[in-house]
């Protein structure tokens, strides 16, 4: 099994920045893309950026610029730095990891509890 730990989330005022992250641990044998989704009150989850174990990004059209994805692959862990943010930016944030564990090939979606964001005006 993998687990997933978020951190980093809380209260900031509009314009202000938060660096979430994001520990895989567990019985790993490998992770591939790694990523961060978001979901706000009322609204579906959506997809913030996504990571893959070479660096690759892909990232929402609406959060480019504000938002960077990193990792660290020999901590697997995924971080998101996350500048000038605004009210529409609180959500619950979730980290994700495309992963298989020790003793198996098969590549499930890891999830983790989520961490809170809110943005003040």
């Known amino acids: 099994q993998v687990q997933l730990v978020e951190s980093g989330g809380g209260l900031v005022q509009a314009g202000g920045s938060l660096r979430l992250s994001c520990a895989a641990s567990g019985s790993i044998f490998i992770i591939n893309s790694m990523g961060w989704y978001r979901q706000a009150p009322g609204k579906q989850r959506e997809l913030v950026a996504s990571?893959?174990?070479?660096?690759?990004?892909n990232y929402s059209d609406s959060l480019k610029g504000r938002f960077t994805i990193s990792r660290d692959n020999a901590k697997n862990t995924v971080y998101l730095q996350m500048n000038n943010l605004k009210p529409e930016d609180t959500a619950d944030y979730y980290c994700t990891a495309d992963a298989a564990a020790l003793g198996t090939d098969a590549i499930y979606k890891y999830w983790g509890q989520g961490t809170q964001v809110t943005v003040s005006s």
């Open positions: 990571i893959t174990r070479r660096g690759g990004t």
